[in-house]
């Protein structure tokens, strides 16, 4: 049975974690989400996640995205390679609806993939 939860071993915690990312990443982006991802040691993907105030300005909004994408990640786990991913959310993401965001999600999830293994 593959476990669908979304434990402390699948998140990036600590700045150096992040900022390991940021050196030389692959890179998974569309208008409104960026991607950054490098190989991790561990067997599985872990995520972090950055939404800037300056272009989500409510808190209930910066929470229902990262919402999304979390529960779009805890589902794709296992489709992903072992890397470390930085979530970048820009403008314009407050405008998508929730199913339009898990479209957008889960494309770059692929996109992500692909530029791993090719």
Known sequence: MTSYTFTRELRLLTPA???SVFAKPIKASSAEITLLAIPNSEQHPRIGLTVAKRFVKKAHQRNRIKRIIRDNFRLHQHELPPVD?????????VEMENAELH????????????RYNG
């Open 85 to 93: 991913i930085v979530v970048l959310v820009r403008n314009g993401v």
């Open 17 to 19: 974690q992040f900022k």
């Open 103 to 114: 479209k957008l999600v889960e494309k770059l999830w692929r996109k992500l993939s692909r």
